[in-house]
């Protein structure tokens, strides 16, 4: 009997960043396509990979939100994570076989001292099962094999670490940290700095720089949905840059700007540089994109392009705070 062919759809620009909050067992890119199919989607991505084994928010950019993926990628995230004491696994978590038990004999203050002893910047050595490559392969790949390749340690800073509970030999903590930490790592760490190994056994991601699991949506919440439910629960296309200084430029600076053209800034004359801004225009603050400031000077970073702009601004869409009379840019602090 022959296999029936696939639904065809008809692909559209959508722009803006939805709040998935990732199912257990489902890749990153599982998620992405799900998503992106639901939605008729021309161009979509995310911000970073979640194991299968995590779950817990994933931001998904589509159209002109995906310019400013790299935001989300580059942030500091926040996980609650789960570790099993005790035992140690081939893998680091649940999913592989356990190759160490040891007693838990750990009591409140040297579990304190154990965590304390990972809060601020630590060295981590990458774990074979995980997605990061050598020589084109990921590590993950290598160790299916029976491999062990060497890995060079990377630099991390683990901002807090709040023990949330403990019940027997289980531990929840929460975790704020920086991009490129390995929270399996760290499970392991603290198993053995308490003497008696652990691996993760549960992972929720919580936070991604501004976004936290407020707003999230489950896949099964998606489907349920009509399409335009579904496009009304897509952000702002600037939601990962919510935390920016903003920057607000009269018509004809945006319009220069937007060409990608430097401009010096008399508002910022004698202020600090600025790593990162976006930037709005005129009336109801059309988002521009992303730029720096050095020496009074605007320097664009990531534009939208005048379609982009036209299409999430229409003409015809009344101003959020009416028509600006601003005569020169305005520095403005972060919501």
């Known amino acids: 009997m022959a296999t029936p062919a696939r639904q065809r759809i008809s692909r559209r620009p959508v722009h803006g960043v939805l709040l998935l909050d990732k199912p257990l067992g489902w890749s990153s890119?599982?998620?992405?396509?799900?998503?992106?199919?639901?939605?008729?989607?021309?161009?979509?991505?995310?911000?970073?990979?979640?194991?299968?084994?995590?779950?817990?928010?994933?931001?998904?950019?589509?159209?002109?939100a995906t310019k400013f993926s790299q935001v989300s990628l580059d942030a500091d995230k926040a996980y609650r994570a789960t570790l099993r004491l005790g035992q140690r696994t081939s893998t680091g978590d649940r999913e592989?076989?356990?190759?160490?038990?040891?007693?838990?004999?750990v009591d409140d203050a040297t579990l304190r001292a154990a965590v304390a002893r990972f809060t601020g910047p630590i060295s981590q050595l990458p774990p074979m099962h995980s997605a990061l490559k050598k020589d084109g392969k990921a590590l993950y790949e290598y160790a299916r094999a029976g491999e062990t390749v060497e890995r060079t340690p990377r630099d991390v800073v683990i901002h807090a670490i709040d023990i949330v509970g403990r019940q027997d030999a289980e531990l929840v903590i929460d975790v704020r940290c920086s991009k490129g930490t390995y929270i399996r790592t760290l499970a392991e760490d603290i198993g053995e700095a308490l003497g008696c190994g652990a691996h993760l056994s549960a992972l929720r991601r919580t936070g991604s720089g501004p976004l936290t699991l407020a707003g999230t949506i489950t896949i099964a919440e998606l489907e349920a949905m009509s399409e335009g439910q579904r496009e009304a629960l897509l952000q702002p296309v600037d939601a990962l840059l919510a935390d920016w200084p903003v920057l607000r430029l009269d018509a004809d600076d945006a319009g220069r700007f937007?060409?990608?053209?430097?401009?010096?800034?008399?508002?910022?004359?004698?202020?600090?540089?600025?790593?990162?801004?976006?930037?709005?225009?005129?009336?109801?603050?059309?988002?521009?994109?992303?730029?720096h400031v050095?020496?009074?000077?605007?320097?664009?970073?990531?534009?939208?392009?005048?379609?982009?702009?036209?299409?999430?601004?229409?003409?015809?869409?009344?101003?959020?705070?009416?028509?600006?009379?601003?005569?020169?840019?305005?520095?403005?602090?972060?919501a």
């Open 258 to 291: 937007l060409s990608g053209l430097r401009r010096r800034l008399p508002a910022a004359r004698g202020q600090a540089d600025l790593p990162a801004v976006r930037v709005y225009g005129p009336g109801a603050g059309a988002f521009l994109g992303s730029a």
């Open 96 to 105: 592989g076989d356990v190759i160490d038990e040891r007693p838990v004999q």
């Open 29 to 64: 890119n599982d998620a992405l396509q799900k998503a992106k199919w639901l939605l008729r989607a021309e161009k979509a991505g995310h911000t970073g990979t979640l194991d299968p084994l995590a779950t817990g928010l994933l931001p998904l950019c589509f159209g002109a």
């Open 294 to 334: 050095t020496a009074g000077e605007l320097i664009p970073d990531r534009l939208l392009s005048p379609v982009e702009v036209q299409s999430l601004h229409p003409p015809d869409r009344p101003p959020d705070d009416g028509p600006s009379t601003a005569p020169s840019p305005l520095l403005e602090a972060a």
